[in-house]
């Protein structure tokens, strides 16, 4: 019987290519780099396709997909599948949750210890030639609030190393439950406006949905705390970019820190460039040694267990199921699926008129 067949889209860890060669139970090729109109064109003998966050997974490459079972997203975000066809064509979207968390928290660390004590600014000072000490009074986390907006994996780590500062924590996470929240040692408040008007920081580790789409924007970053300071290693478009800006140069912000943006690579007359007390870095929060390759051997094996044992885990349109219990219900959770979808788009439909 011919092997099922995987495409690596884009590069992964070679232990990752190692976990899904191993045996030769699976053929795989490695093709990096693809167009779009490249990807369409290759895809369609393909069972599974692996992909990190340079390829877009569209609609029209996963029309052209005739034959895949899986897309395994090396990474935590999916931004750039399109679940809603995946999922409508039956297709599992995975991704790799537990891979890059301590190497994401880390850089937010980093980035919340450059922005207290102007690490970043100090260091092009020095190096233009000047000695400018006075410019880059900082400040201390020891004793200062940190809020955290989603309290996930990255987020619990996070607040560990920052009580270990000698921080207080408290997060907004609708999700997190009392007990967990005291488990973690972080207070929890019902309403975000809570949040920002006590925290001294604030760190962002919450997914982009439509309810998260500019949570801070100019209305709620007015409401924060004078002086506050702001890290984002989550996602672009979680923060209003325009007026984290305009906070900046008025100081109302007294700085931030942004390794992601809405538009990546980002554009050359972003406002964000000029923003006075910012440190950008370019998404680099998985870019860890240790966090690529456990990602890498995470969506790998995941693959594995779809295509060999038609067992899914970690998959973010569909529960996380063994191989007898998929081959019941799987034929009517895709009907499901496909009627929600239909509903929807009449629900628009009738909007419009």
């Known amino acids: 019987m011919t092997p099922p067949k995987v495409l690596i889209a884009d590069s992964i860890s070679q232990r990752g290519v190692d976990e899904l060669t191993r045996d030769n139970a699976l053929e795989v090729t490695v093709k990096t780099g ?24 569209t609609s029209d490459i996963l029309n052209a997909g005739a034959k895949l079972r899986a897309v395994g997203r090396a990474g935590v975000g999916v931004d ?47 190096r233009a030639r000047n000695w400018d000490k006075k410019n880059f009074e900082g400040v201390e986390l020891y004793n200062k609030t940190l809020g955290i907006i989603g309290m996930g994996r990255i987020g619990s780590e996070l607040s560990r190393r920052a009580i270990a500062f000698g921080m207080r924590v408290i997060a907004y996470d609708p999700y997190l439950s009392a007990s967990r929240a005291r488990g973690l040692q972080v207070e929890l408040v019902d309403d975000l406006d809570d949040l920002l008007t006590s925290a001294d920081f604030i760190s962002l580790h919450t997914p982009l949905t439509a309810e998260t789409h500019h949570v801070l924007d100019g209305a709620r970053l007015q409401k924060a705390k004078r002086g506050v300071r702001i890290i ?10 325009l007026a984290l800006a305009d906070a900046l140069q008025n100081g109302h912000v007294a700085g931030a820190a942004l390794d992601v943006f809405e538009i990546e690579p980002l554009p050359p007359d972003s406002p964000l460039r000029s923003a006075p007390n910012l440190v950008l870095t370019p998404h680099l929060g998985a870019s860890t040694a240790e966090a690529q390759e456990s990602v890498g051997i995470e969506i790998a094996q995941s693959i594995c267990a779809v295509l060999l044992e038609g067992t899914i885990r970690n998959a973010v349109n569909m529960p996380n199921l063994d191989a007898k219990t998929l081959a019941i219900i799987g ?10 979808i239909s509903d929807r788009a009449e629900t628009r439909r009738l909007a419009q008129h």
Not at 42 to 50: D, K, R, S
Not at 331 to 340: D, E, F, L, T
């Open 34 to 57: 693809l167009s779009e109109r490249e990807l369409v064109e290759v895809i369609p003998p393909f069972n599974a396709l692996v992909v990190r966050s340079q390829t877009k997974v």
């Open 232 to 241: 984002n290693c989550a996602r672009g478009g979680l923060i209003d970019e």
């Open 80 to 126: 750039n599948v399109d679940v809603e066809t995946a999922t409508r064509r039956g297709v599992v979207v995975l991704n790799a949750p537990g891979g890059n968390t301590v190497s994401t928290a880390e850089h937010a660390f980093s980035l919340l210890l450059a922005v207290a004590r102007k690490i970043a600014q100090a260091d092009a000072n020095v």
């Open 331 to 340: 034929p009517h959770w895709r009907k499901a699926w496909q009627i929600s």
